[in-house]
């Protein structure tokens, strides 16, 4: 028994995927893409964070009341990777000196659900590149940020499947498994791009 | 089927084509066709005219596959381009065909 490690990203169309909260290009979440998370968090009980994600979050979520994702990250135990000790209290927070990529090959041999990846683009990286998620849950806003971090950024695998829905008019969701063994590279030509 | 392709290098086209040397001045054969008007280029082509915001929609097709590199089809802009979504379906559980219109402001 093995649990898949799924990557949960919102992403403006020309795939950059700053937080939300200080890019404008994401716009409001309307009551589909809230089921659309919903669902995701509903497999996961144990939520991995890198450093800056876990830094910003811990201020911030602990106090929030936007559900379901407030009571969702407060109450499932994290797992923070940093090098460094965090200066910051969240309860249920773990704190990881080893490097990810071998702890999460451990942690997926474990019993349990899925293992969710929020944000963390840095923590996100690694793991897609040991070939270590599972699932690729992306959520495109229909934007053109023009610029700020991507998360696939050096990172290689192929996928087996995935499904399509549009969600709000504000945002299509994409469900993707991810295939870590048929690994192979593709240039970007034409309209046709990769994830 | 009126054709423009765009160069700054090509003086000459066959194949009855127009020559566009600036991706600005793009809107004069566009504006001159009935219809869409449909840009087959690469990225640095349609880096161009979304730069100058003169794509009006795109109709993307996105394989299941993190490339890890290579020449990203979006470039870097100045300003954000909001969209709204048109349309997006999977076409054989692997490839997903999107649609987005520019959402422009109208005055």
């Not at chain 1, 990203?9 to 909260?21: K, R, T, V």
């Not at chain 1, 991995?48 to 994600?53: I, M, P, V």
């Not at chain 2, 009935?34 to 979304?50: E, K, Q, R």
């Amino acid at each position: 028994m093995t649990r898949n490690v799924v990557l949960y990203e919102l992403m403006s169309l020309d795939g950059f995927a700053d937080d939300p909260g200080e890019g404008d290009w994401f716009g409001d979440a309307d009551e589909r893409l809230i089921g659309y998370l919903a669902d995701v968090i509903g497999r996961q009980d144990c939520v991995l964070l890198g450093r800056r994600t876990f830094e910003k979050w811990a201020p911030h979520w602990p106090s929030s009341t936007m559900q379901p994702f407030a009571d969702f990250i407060n109450t499932t135990p994290k797992l923070v990777f940093s090098s460094t000790a965090p200066s910051l209290d969240w309860p249920g927070t773990t704190h990881v000196t080893e490097p990810a990529p071998a702890f999460v090959a451990g942690l997926k041999q474990r019993d349990g659900g899925d293992i969710g990846v929020h944000g963390s683009l840095t923590l996100a990286r690694a793991l897609l590149a040991a070939h270590l998620v599972d699932e690729l849950r992306l959520v495109v806003a229909p934007s053109l940020a023009g610029g700020g971090k991507r998360p696939f950024d050096g990172a290689t695998c192929s996928a087996s499947s995935s499904s399509a829905r549009t969600a709000p008019a504000a945002a299509c969701c994409s469900t993707t498994a991810a295939a870590p063994d048929h690994v192979h590279r593709r240039r970007l030509t034409h309209s046709h791009i990769g994830i | 089927m009126p054709r423009a392709v765009l160069s700054r290098t090509v003086t000459e086209a066959d194949w009855d084509a127009t020559i566009v040397t600036d991706a600005a001045r793009v809107r004069g054969p566009a504006d001159a066709a009935d219809g869409d008007t449909h840009v087959f280029g690469g990225s640095s082509t349609v880096a161009a005219l979304a730069e100058a915001d003169l794509v009006d929609g795109y109709r993307i097709v996105v394989h299941p596959v993190v490339p890890g590199g290579g020449t990203p089809f979006f470039p870097a802009l100045a300003n954000r381009q909001p969209m709204t979504s048109v349309e997006s379906r999977t076409f054989d559980g692997r490839v997903t065909g999107l649609r987005y219109a520019r959402a422009r402001v109208t005055s």
